[in-house]
């Protein structure tokens, strides 16, 4: 998990942090071999500021700077498990990128390819990649949540809702973090559309969703964040939740 002072493991039932620099990560995005990220360095880091998209493969012990180092921040970028495939929202006009809008990258940055994103309305609030089919990418705004077969160059509504947060798993099973008259879980089959709610512990007036991440070599290991930062954990598809931070502060056992 990623903070604005570095990472945090959460690892048989505590919290460790590992070794590295406190680095301000942002767009994290965790694979099958390590993380794609972008953000900002420690201040007692001598890399530049911001750091375009760098890679690791020892949690965060070293970074590989891939594109765009010193020039841009993504806050806005999803990564596939298993594909590697990059999708950012560039926020402003760089020398990789002419214009702002969705790109995706399919070889660790060496060329980007701009999506058309046909189909989409609204402010974007998130996204998520399929971890296996790197064509496949959904897009929440706060006019639904928003769903491409076609590298983001068109999209179909799946979902006539808001939605804070998206994550998929393994499966392709898409989980969806809502909010209306309350903060809501929500498991999506983007093939046929059936909708399956989960139970989540209440949530304190105004809070919801931030993030959601699924375990992807066991799917009914969940986790979610709030916007007031307690952390949630189940590890039977919601049956049950563990509350395993308070307002960013680790929940002794």
Do not use: C
């Not at 994550?167 to 999506?188: P, Q, R």
């Not at 989960?198 to 931030?210: E, F, Q, R, T, V």
Request: net charge negative; no cysteine.
């Amino acid at each position: 998990m990623s903070a604005h002072d570095g990472l945090r493991i959460f690892s048989h039932d505590e919290w460790g942090i590992p070794e590295g620099e406190k680095h301000d990560y942002m767009g994290f995005s965790i694979t099958d071999e390590g993380f794609y990220s972008s953000g900002h360095p420690s201040p007692s880091s001598n890399m530049k500021n911001p750091f375009g998209i760098v890679k690791s493969d020892n949690m965060g012990r070293n970074l590989e700077r891939l594109n765009l180092y010193g020039e841009i921040d993504f806050h806005s970028m999803t990564a596939g498990y298993y594909s590697h495939v990059i999708y950012v929202q560039n926020p402003e006009p760089n020398s990789r990128m002419e214009e702002t809008g969705l790109y995706y990258t399919l070889d660790d940055t060496k060329t980007w390819e701009k999506s058309q994103m046909n189909g989409v309305s609204g402010q974007p609030a998130a996204m998520a990649v399929h971890p296996t089919l790197e064509n496949i990418i959904v897009i929440s705004t706060n006019e639904g949540v928003f769903l491409s077969k076609d590298y983001g160059n068109t999209f179909e509504i799946l979902m006539d809702i808001a939605a804070t947060s998206l994550a998929f798993a393994e499966e392709g099973d898409l989980f969806v973090g809502t909010i209306t008259e309350e903060a809501s879980l929500i498991k999506v089959n983007i093939n046929s559309g059936e909708e399956t709610a989960l139970p989540i512990p209440g949530l304190s007036d105004g809070d919801a969703i931030s993030y959601v991440a699924i375990n992807p070599q066991d799917s009914n290991e969940v986790v979610f964040t709030t916007f007031l930062k307690d952390i949630f954990l189940t590890r039977k598809n919601g049956s049950n939740w563990e509350r395993i931070a308070t307002k960013g502060v680790a929940t002794s056992n």
